[in-house]
């Protein structure tokens, strides 16, 4: 919604909570950034075809399937409310990053049960916290901090819910296949890319046989740490037009960073140590990237990129070269991406 209303595109959001009290903090939320462009309804994703909201263009369920009684009708009900060419952003709980949640979670099942009330269970889960054991999985998990920044309402929502399901990415490209939706992209990609963390050649070679499923999937496993999976679907065979980046009349924009900020981040064997959360992973990039990144300021085309770096000896066909390395890469991070057309 603020996206919208500050590049003055049309259109309207709903927000849908079955919680009251949520929506009233979205409420609130909203008349702070002055946003009008927003609907409140209170009603379940279990049955959203009662809501008669129509269809949508696009739809954000972040951290909810995983919560509830039956995803694959949750999931099904939304793909059912897309409109031709819509697409949604998902968010799912991934197991291996969540190592020594669910183990937790057996434990507060016996000494808080699901019976009692949340408050008690609350109390009891506090209690068990401050005594957990050294050798507690949880306790050498950084892969988040629910349980220590995010209050009562993030500690009772990381080991308390009764509905807690995660899914490995095999598992979860199986729940969007079963609601006639595929990935158009999962997040960030490079993170799925199992080259990125075997340099080995023997290995690479091996990796580059594997469908992208797959790939995903060694990933996952090999690293450990996600704790989430989040990706962009679109419906089974959907044609997906791509921006083109080598376009000179694109706008590359930075995201999370500024570009000065990420070129001096660039180590002298111009790689850049990039976190995929507690994995920090040399990323190689081309040596003109360092003087590229802090051009890009989300005003400047491409072709005003190009213009620039010709006037310090690098002629087009470098540029390109060059460009195309740059964005590709730091694109598949998630930290450089194009603006929409106007």
């Given at each position: 919604a603020t996206q919208m209303a500050r590049a003055g595109r049309p259109g309207e959001v709903i927000c849908v909570d079955r919680s009251r009290h949520a929506l009233s903090i979205a409420q609130a939320r909203a008349k702070v950034r002055d946003l009008n462009n927003i609907r409140f309804v209170e009603g379940s994703l279990a049955a959203l075809n009662t809501l008669d909201l129509g269809l949508f263009d696009y739809i954000d369920c972040c951290g909810v399937l995983h919560h509830l009684p039956d995803p694959d009708a949750a999931l099904a009900g939304l793909e059912a409310s897309l409109a031709p060419g819509g697409g949604m952003g998902l968010m799912v709980y991934a197991p291996y990053g969540r190592t020594g949640v669910y183990m937790l979670q057996d434990a507060?099942?016996?000494?808080?049960?699901?019976?009692?009330k949340p408050a008690t269970r609350l109390d009891m889960a506090k209690r068990v916290m401050r005594h957990l054991p050294a050798t507690a999985w949880l306790r050498q998990?950084?892969?988040?901090?629910?349980?220590?920044s995010g209050g009562d309402a993030g500690l009772y929502d990381l080991l308390l819910n009764p509905r807690d399901r995660a899914y490995t990415v095999g598992a979860f490209l199986d729940l969007l296949d079963g609601a006639g939706l595929e990935a158009s992209c999962l997040m960030e990609p490079a993170r799925y890319d199992p080259v990125l963390f075997l340099p080995d050649p023997k290995v690479r070679a091996r990796i580059a046989q594997l469908p992208a499923r797959e790939q995903a999937m060694v990933a996952e496993s090999l690293t450990g740490n996600m704790a989430t999976h989040?990706?962009?679907?679109?419906?089974?065979?959907?044609s997906i037009t791509r921006a083109d980046a080598s376009s000179f009349d694109a706008v590359p924009v930075m995201r999370e960073i500024p570009g000065i900020e990420l070129a001096k981040q660039m180590r002298p064997d111009h790689t850049l140590p990039f976190a995929f959360g507690t994995l920090v992973v040399p990323i190689p990039l081309p040596p003109q990237a360092r003087g590229l990144l802090p051009l890009i300021d989300g005003e400047r085309t491409v072709g005003d990129l190009a213009a620039i770096l010709a006037t310090r000896g690098v002629p087009e066909n470098k540029?390109?070269?060059?460009?195309?390395e740059t964005f590709q890469t730091l694109e598949r991070l998630n930290r450089v991406l194009l603006l929409p057309p106007a």
């Open positions: 507060l099942e016996e000494l808080a049960p699901f019976d009692e998990n950084g892969n988040f901090g629910d349980h220590l989040v990706a962009y679907v679109a419906r089974k065979g959907a540029f390109c070269t060059v460009w195309q």
